[in-house]
C-alpha cells in the first residue's frame, strides 16, 4: 500500500519542543514535493510547511516562521518538521502530504498534495 504515516505527536509544554516524522511506504516520492499541515479542533485545515523534493527550498505559514523547520531525508523516504517554543496557537491535528507533481516548488495548496497521512495529535499544556 502506498501511504504515509505520522509520529512523535503528543504532549508539550508551552515554550517547548516537538519533533514529527512522516515516513513513506509502497512508493517513494524523492522528486516530489512535500508538506505538513494540520487542523486545529473547531477550525480548517491550514497550511504549516513545505519542502521541494530536493530539500533547499522550503515555504511556511507567517505564524511558524523561525519556530518550525521542514527537512526530508530522502534515503530513509522520512519528512520531519521540528517544532520549537511551541505556543497555544499550535495544538491540532498535523498531517504530511505528498505533492502530485514531480519536480515542483513547494506548494500551499492542499489541492497541489495528492497522499495525505492520518495525521497525529501535538497537544500544548499552559
Known amino acids: 500500500q502506498v501511504q504515509l504515516v505520522e509520529s512523535g505527536g503528543g504532549l508539550a509544554q508551552a515554550g517547548g519542543s516537538l519533533r514529527l516524522s512522516c515516513a513513506a511506504s509502497g512508493r517513494t516520492f524523492t522528486r516530489n514535493s512535500m508538506g505538513w499541515f494540520r487542523q486545529p479542533p473547531g477550525k480548517d485545515r491550514e497550511f504549516v510547511a513545505a519542502?521541494?523534493?530536493?530539500?533547499?527550498?522550503?515555504v511556511y505559514v507567517d505564524s511558524v516562521k523561525g519556530r518550525f523547520t521542514i527537512s526530508r531525508d530522502n534515503a530513509k523516504n522520512t519528512l520531519t518538521l521540528q517544532m520549537n517554543t511551541l505556543n497555544p496557537e499550535d495544538p491540532a491535528v498535523y498531517y504530511c502530504a505528498a505533492d502530485s507533481l514531480v519536480g515542483g516548488p513547494p506548494q500551499r495548496r492542499p489541492g497541489a498534495y495528492e497522499i495525505w497521512g492520518q495525521g497525529t495529535q501535538v497537544t500544548v499544556s499552559s
Open positions: 519542502v521541494s523534493w530536493s530539500g533547499d527550498s522550503t
